[in-house]
């Protein structure tokens, strides 16, 4: 240790007084110096960033205790945010892989397609808040708006947990109540067909279920012909049929007729892909949340789902029963897992011609399915 002391004050006097005197000795007291920076600036980089979660976490525990109802806004907007950016990720890695490849949107798996329909759903909801938001101190307006009317204005990803759950009931609360009406005009156009065997066959099929009947897949297929021939083929139904099945898709009924046709039939043929798309991945690969919507909200708090989980169970919230007619959140997997197999059973043998008995057999297969547990 010695001589190697006296070896360095050796060289340092060898190197005598000179302006390149106090950059050698820098050089030889400090050796990392004369390295790259670039580990210097990413030390700096992750202390800025460590300490910026800890301001953070700091900030939400005070909103928690002091502002309860605004951390939950709060987080909310911030999960939100995170869960955006994910799935803008996954979207453009799935598009850029249809272009690699050379995929059409019927080509790609099932979870990619619903990813891909769900978020064009999500952006055509967001336009109108876009629009409103783009005049000079609009952002007020915006933010009043999007508080009082959140199930109208927000898309998923900003929804509370507890509004999943509130939301995803009074749409489907809201789609019921149009279920009566498919009905009758169902019944009604029955009374058209020329076929007088194929009449009372639908006759009696809309009978049952108004009186609390399941029907069964082969009886649907029986009756098919008629839902591609006059009266009700797609572009044969009366408005008012038109506009509750509408309803039934969650698609608004105050458009011109020809509007809500054209509409109409590209959403059943949409889901009839899915539906293929599901049959090719099988449904033994579905998660619970896929079949069921949305699982009961935890609550909020440091042990409030992640980023990744929210947008998981939001995505699947539309997805197979929800998405087909059946509300499946109180559902047990087993009921949800038949009732699939039933649509599926019924949806994979139709051709594109015959979409109106698909639309249609959103009432007629969900509406007395198993009741939801009490």
Known sequence: MALSMAGYRGLLWRLGPGPGLSSARRELRFPGCCLSTKAGSRSILAAL???????????????????????????????????????????????????????????????????????????????PIGIIAIPPFANFLVIILMYFFPRQLLIRHFWTPQQQVEFLDTYDAIRRDSYPAVLESLAQAARALPDRQLQSRLQQLCSQVQRGSQ??????????????????????????????????????????????RHRLRSHVLEIRQLDRALQRLSLGQLREEELRAVRTPPPPGPFSPTPALVLSTLSCA????????????????????????????????LEASEASLLANSMVLLSLNYVRPKE
């Open 49 to 127: 960033v460590s300490t910026a979660k800890r301001i953070n976490r700091r900030y939400e525990r005070f909103l928690e205790r002091t502002f309860p109802r605004f951390y939950v806004l709060h987080s909310t907007f911030t999960r939100g945010i995170q869960a955006l950016f994910l799935e803008v990720k996954e979207i453009r890695d799935i598009r850029s892989r249809m272009a690699r490849q050379r995929l059409s949107v019927q080509q790609l798996p099932y979870r990619d397609m619903e990813r891909l329909r769900q978020f064009r759903r999500d952006l055509i909801k967001a336009v």
């Open 215 to 260: 029907p069964r897949v082969a009886e649907l297929c029986a009756v098919r012909a008629v839902f591609s021939g006059p009266a009700l083929a797609l572009n044969q139904l009366q408005v008012s049929h038109v506009k509750a099945l509408s309803r039934v898709l969650f698609l608004t009924p105050h458009l011109p007729a020809p509007i809500l």
């Open 318 to 349: 539309l997805q197979a029963c929800y998405l087909r007619g059946l509300n499946g959140a109180q559902l047990d997997v087993a009921s949800c897992r038949t009732w699939l197999e039933q649509w599926l059973g019924l949806s994979c043998r």
